[in-house]
C-alpha cells in the first residue's frame, strides 16, 4: 500500500512559479512510475507530467517548456516544478504512483493562477 501526499498549490499571478510536492509512504517507491495529473472543474482529468523508475520523463503539450517533473528516491518525493504558470494552468493537481497493476492517487492541491 502506498499514500501520496501533495503539498505546494496555492494562488499565484501569471508569470509566477510554483513546485508542487509529492510524498509517498511505503516500500518500493523507487520502482514506481510517478505522474502529475491536473483537474479543471468541468473538464476530465489529464496527464501532466511522468517521470518513470529510469528517470525518462514526457509532458503534455501544454506544458512544454514550462514545468519540469523530477524525483528524488532518497525521499520518496515527486516534484513538479511549475514556471511561467498561466490562468489556464489553474486546476487540482493530483499525484498518481502506478507500478504493474498498481495504482495510487493523492488527494489532489489547487493551484490558482490569477491575478
Known amino acids: 500500500q502506498v499514500q501520496l501526499v501533495e503539498s505546494g498549490g496555492g494562488l499565484v499571478q501569471p508569470g509566477g512559479s510554483l513546485r508542487l510536492s509529492c510524498a509517498a509512504s511505503?516500500?518500493?517507491?523507487?520502482?514506481?512510475?510517478m505522474g502529475w495529473y491536473r483537474q479543471a472543474p468541468g473538464n476530465q482529468r489529464e496527464l501532466v507530467a511522468a517521470?518513470?523508475?529510469?528517470?525518462?520523463?514526457n509532458y503534455a503539450d501544454s506544458v512544454k517548456g514550462r514545468f519540469t517533473i523530477s524525483r528524488d528516491n532518497a525521499k520518496n518525493t515527486v516534484y513538479l516544478q511549475m514556471n511561467s504558470l498561466k490562468p489556464e494552468d489553474t486546476a487540482v493537481y493530483y499525484c498518481?504512483?502506478?507500478?504493474?497493476?498498481?495504482?495510487?492517487w493523492g488527494q489532489g492541491t489547487q493551484v490558482t493562477v490569477s491575478s
Open positions: 498518481k504512483a502506478t507500478h504493474l497493476a498498481l495504482e495510487y
Open positions: 511505503g516500500t518500493g517507491f523507487r520502482f514506481y512510475t
Open positions: 517521470i518513470t523508475s529510469g528517470r525518462s520523463t
